[in-house]
C-alpha cells in the first residue's frame, strides 16, 4: 500500500511514463508468448500429414483452343480504310 500512495503522489507526467513502461513490457512478454503458440502451431502443421486425411483432387483437362496466326489474318484484312464523312 505504501508504494501505491508513493505513486499516487508522483506528478501526472511521470505516472504516465511508469504505465506506458508497464503496458510496453508487458505487450513484449504477451508477444513473446503468441510467437511461440505461433511457432508450435506451425510444427505441428508441418508434423500432420494431411495428404492421408484429404482426398485427391481431381484432374482436369483444358480443351485446345486453335487461334489463327497472323500470317493467315494478314490477307483478309483490308487495304484501305474509308472514313464517313459528316452531313
Given at each position: 500500500m505504501k508504494f501505491l500512495k508513493k505513486l499516487q503522489k508522483l506528478p501526472l507526467e511521470?505516472?504516465?511514463r511508469i504505465i506506458i513502461v508497464i503496458v510496453g513490457i508487458l505487450g513484449i512478454i504477451l508477444f513473446y508468448f503468441y510467437l511461440q503458440g505461433l511457432n508450435q502451431q506451425i510444427q505441428k502443421f508441418r508434423e500432420e500429414n494431411y495428404q492421408q486425411v484429404l482426398p485427391p483432387l481431381p484432374k482436369f483437362e483444358f480443351p485446345t483452343i486453335s487461334t489463327p496466326s497472323i500470317e493467315e489474318?494478314?490477307?483478309?484484312?483490308?487495304?484501305?480504310i474509308t472514313i464517313p464523312t459528316a452531313i
Open positions: 511521470t505516472r504516465k489474318l494478314i490477307p483478309t484484312l483490308p487495304t484501305t
